[in-house]
């Protein structure tokens, strides 16, 4: 076995290897083409506030002061789970999840309400813009 | 297609991965029949090509875990055609089939989250079938059901079940109930008694390697909980949950049959042919293949029984070498793993891939460790591995759903009351 086997063994465990690292590539590239879709389908949207900007990444983003929260602020006007955004066929909808100060969009209190591009939401004593995803190198 | 170079490299290269394995089965294996190899050969590649073209109708953004679903599957076609002489495993190969098959129905149960949750009741129902199924067909000392043509295990059924009642159960942490004294999230109640009534069965069936996998299941949905909105879980729910398993685990080895608690304490070099047969004889199986193995059909494992299910990780290691076995499970866990490198963008599909994850990792530690004797030995089958119909759909169906939460469908919801919210979004600013 250990004449020839060696070599063919060495074949086999190679070509395997050459698979898996080959896959791995593809998932990545994969990857980079997934989040083009999701650009494509979440209109690119991000959250702006003095100078800090929240991107919008997955179909239901929580915002909050607590740690599990996607969008964390550190503000105790902030309920711990304040809102969550959701997102259809490319609107995105701000609900209130049970919090103290309430949410108010363009000054108008709201429990669940449909984004529009520069509305400027507020939570507690936070602001927020939601507008399109700037692009920092510019 | 988004990247159809990506595609057409994937395709080769498992194509060349699978020759490269059947070259070393010509020129290693045991006293080759020609006309043996030609079908295994024609079988393993012909799947490949077929599952390249068939994957082509599908418009999918990731197919990488298909690609190493196939990979894996044939993979195992190989090995189990090798043992004990090389020859077709036609039982495996069905299986292998059914379970691509099973995972296109998985991809396509799964792929829209907020039509799945819509029909949670219906898998909460299903579950109760499978469990009634059981108790009225499989007795209480058996796990199976004998059609006569073929023996089917409906527990395996029940874990991606499971796994999607974990999932649907996510979205519901916000609607907490007043019950006497206590804020009650009533999914929360089911789902935990469903598991406590799942693995009470499994018990009474005794099949007792299968709690750990719904535990760990169950456990990683209540962990990603924690994570979800409203979920409030504290430090102190936590640590009496991790006592409470503890306390679970002890009364359970305390009830444990005589069979199982000799199994747990068994020193297997003492009784090499009684209790402890099937792990010493999978030992001297791996230190004997070393890292390049034996060749292809040349172990003697084949002759001890389960030696394609309980024990075929050492079955591996010895005609394979542990390089290739290692590879293998490279290869699942990277399945498992494959969310990590493509996120899913829901709390939902977050928590399937979790569940699922558990699920493989917990059945493959059971496997790979009890046959090296590092914990007791518990039958459990590697996924897509070992030989079972059973076992084989539903990791199929399993895989789909890794897919499923990377090509998620985010179709349109139905809002309740349209005109009001016209109403409320009148201020827009220029």
Partial sequence: ?138 | MSNPFSYIFSCLFVLIAHAGMLVNVFFNGKEVDTKEFVILCAAVLGLDIIYYFVMLFYKQHTYTVDFMLLLVLNMSVIFQSCFGGVHLSMKHYITCIVSLIASRVGYHLVRDHRWIQSKKKYVWVCIGIMMGVIVLFTGSRSMWIDLGFMTIQPSEFIKPLLVIACATSITEQQNKHKFLQFNIVWENIILFGITAAVCLLQWWCRDLGSIPTFAAIYAAGFLLRICYPKAKFSNKTLIGAGVAVLIAAGIGIYLAPDYVRARLFVNIWDDTTGNGYQQSQALIAIAEGGWLGKGPSNGFLHEVFAYESDIVFATICEEWGLVIALMTVVVILLIAASPLINPPLSYFHGTLCAGVCAAFTVQMALNIFGSCNLIPFTGVTIPFISMGGSSMATSGIMAGMLTAAQNPVFAKMKSAKPKKQKKVTGGQPA
């Fill in chain 1, 1 to 138: 076995m250990y004449d020839n086997g060696l070599i063919f063994c060495a074949v086999t465990a190679a070509a395997l290897d050459l698979c898996i690292l080959i896959l791995i590539i593809a998932s990545y590239r994969e990857k980079s083409s997934s989040r083009k879709r999701w650009k494509s389908f979440s209109s690119d949207m991000e959250l702006f506030e003095n100078g800090r900007s929240y991107y919008l990444g997955c179909d239901e983003v929580l915002i909050g002061r607590h740690g599990s929260a996607d969008i964390r602020l550190h503000d105790m006007s902030v309920s711990r789970y304040h809102a969550i955004m959701t997102i259809t066929d490319g609107v995105w909808t701000i609900t209130d999840i049970g919090s103290k100060s309430g949410i108010y969009v363009n000054g108008r209190p709201v429990k669940q309400k449909k984004l529009h591009e520069n509305d400027i939401i507020t939570l507690g004593s936070r602001r927020l813009v939601f507008r399109k995803r700037r692009d920092k190198k510019k």
